[in-house]
């Protein structure tokens, strides 16, 4: 018999059955690991942290992957795991995770590569989170976390969507966002819209069924828009405005990312037109379900197809997830969301470039994987992190 009393972090994950509790598989698993729990309230801590880490594995496994396989998985990496905790003193060989282009095919990536740097940062987030003692944290007390720094002067996590603000009165509205904040709001003809932190979004008043419906916004925001009915005589056109680009829709859903002279599109459902209201003399540009638009100082950069749809819907998930991303990005994506400036001491560091999925979106951990995955060193000083190359 178990005594799951003297369980660790490590000893808890290894167990099937608590995985099964966690990934929600097994009924009789799930029954007990629930009354356990329940019953053992001092080990609340230990058990959240091992619950995170069986979802961050979880997360890195592909569809296709059999049991049989994943279970293989398993043991591969604790077992570089343990041989890391055990040989500690010895520097281990980092993995420069840079994707190769396959021959002749345009935007498709070696999924091997992908999945072995993923799985470096799973292996860098467990081994992190069990040795305290050997995070390349400098500067910041006694290597005391970021999420362990007063609020006050340093937001690294996004709480959970406040309550669901509904403006059904149709008077002018302005709602903005802190850093580290998500906020729900229930536009007049309800539509929906999950406003990123750091963002706001207005809308003007007098909505009414005959007239388009507007909303500007200067951030990030997913929309769920409400189709109107033309035959019904409902004005059909939804318009969203930014910073040299307006976006019409027509009852669809999408995430839109408007920073500075910078806006970028992903289409989940519907359809939209992109105007160019810096090039008036421009066609407007329709884009399609799955497709990403990226528009750059106002005209067009690039159209792609979505490649992971989980890289634009993290943040409102509250977790990282970045796939091939150049740490120039990560770091935008940081400052925008969390007012913590990442400052990289050599430009080359700039272009490394990064595959990770993160269940939570704390910054310190962040830090910790990059750091690790990429051999670096990092320090903190006030609201900056900077990274830089081992000497």
């Known amino acids: 018999m178990k005594d799951y009393q003297y369980y660790t972090v490590n000893d808890f994950i290894d167990d099937v059955g608590f995985r099964n509790y966690v990934l929600r598989k097994n009924a009789t698993d799930i029954a007990f690991w629930a009354q356990w729990i329940a019953e053992n309230a001092h080990k609340k801590e230990l058990i959240a942290e ?14 296709s992957v059999s049991n049989t396989e994943t279970s293989e998985e398993w043991q591969k990496l604790w077992s570089r795991i343990e041989t890391q905790q055990k040989e500690i003193e010895v520097e281990q060989p980092v993995l420069e995770p840079v994707l190769e282009p396959i021959e002749g095919g345009k935007n498709k990536w070696l999924w091997v590569a992908a999945a072995s740097v ?6 860098a987030f467990l081994f992190f989170k069990k040795n305290p003692s050997s995070l390349p944290w400098e500067s910041f007390g006694q290597y005391q976390s970021i999420s362990e720094a007063k609020t006050d002067t ?40 999950l406003l990123n932190a750091n ?63 910078k806006c970028k599109l992903a289409l989940y459902e519907g359809k939209v037109e992109l105007q160019l209201t810096k090039h008036p003399e421009q066609e407007n540009i329709a884009i399609t379900p799955n497709e990403v638009v990226q528009v750059d100082n106002g005209a067009v950069v690039r159209i792609i ?6 890289v634009y819907q993290a943040w409102t998930k509250q977790h990282f997830e970045f796939d091939d991303t150049p740490l120039s990005e990560v770091a935008l994506l940081v400052e925008n969301n969390y007012g913590v400036k990442f400052v990289f001491k050599e430009e080359a560091l700039k272009n490394k470039r990064l595959t990770a999925s993160i269940p939570d979106d704390d910054v310190a951990v962040l830090v910790k994987v990059i750091c690790q995955i990429f051999n670096i060193n990092n320090k903190q000083k006030a609201k900056e992190i900077i990274f830089e190359t081992k000497n």
């Open 118 to 123: 993923a799985l470096l940062a799973t292996a």
């Open 50 to 63: 091992a619950e995170k880490l069986v979802l961050l594995f979880a997360a890195q496994t592909p569809p």
């Open 199 to 261: 963002s706001q979004l207005r809308f003007s008043k007098n909505w009414s069924k005959t007239e388009a419906r507007m909303v500007w916004l200067n951030g990030e925001a997913e929309f769920s828009v409400k189709h109107y009915d033309v035959m019904q005589g409902s004005a059909q056109k939804f318009i969203v405005h930014t910073e040299g680009v307006k976006v019409e829709v027509i009852g669809t859903r999408f995430n839109l990312m408007s920073r500075g002279e």
């Open 154 to 193: 340093f937001k690294v996590g996004k709480e959970k969507t406040a309550t669901t603000i509904d403006f059904s009165g149709n008077t002018e509205t302005s709602i903005k966002t802190p850093f580290g904040k998500t906020q729900q709001v229930t536009l007049p003809d309800g539509s929906t819209v």
């Open 305 to 310: 197809p979505i490649k992971k749809v989980e």
